[in-house]
């Protein structure tokens, strides 16, 4: 059982950059793969990104986040975050980290734990 708390979240303008964080429990390594996905209230739930934490932290994004958004392991013990630079309104919406324990990773992997979510607001 991982359980996953998120962290960061809040309004922000247009350009500017907030970071998300995920504390994972027990550990990052109880689930070698992290990821985030975002979902706008209406629409379906898309993956944003993603971070194979055992295999030398290979990483995956969606192209529409290629280039602002970045996945590292935290600071923090057994965090991992999203970096998000340069943000769009259309960044908006409520963003979930999420485990995965079975081989793969990517943003279109299922995944089996999932944190309650934090809201990302992008608007002037």
């Known amino acids: 059982q991982v359980q996953l708390e998120e962290s960061g979240g809040g309004s922000v303008q247009p350009g500017g950059s907030l970071t998300l964080s995920c504390a994972a429990s027990?550990?990052?390594?109880?689930?070698?793969?992290m990821g985030w996905f975002r979902q706008v209230s209406g629409k379906e739930r898309e993956g944003v990104g993603s971070?194979?934490?055992?295999?030398?932290?290979?990483?995956d994004y969606a192209d529409s986040v290629k280039g602002r958004f970045t996945i590292s392991q935290g600071n923090a013990k057994n965090t991992f975050d999203l970096q998000m630079n340069n943000l769009r309104p259309e960044d908006s919406g409520v963003y979930y980290c999420?485990?995965?324990?079975?081989?793969?990773?990517?943003?279109?992997?299922?995944?089996?734990?999932w944190g309650q979510g934090t809201q990302v607001t992008v608007s002037s």
């Open positions: 999420a485990a995965r324990t079975s081989l793969g990773c990517g943003i279109n992997q299922e995944y089996r734990f």
């Open positions: 027990p550990n990052t390594y109880s689930a070698p793969c």
């Open positions: 971070i194979y934490i055992l295999g030398g932290g290979r990483t």
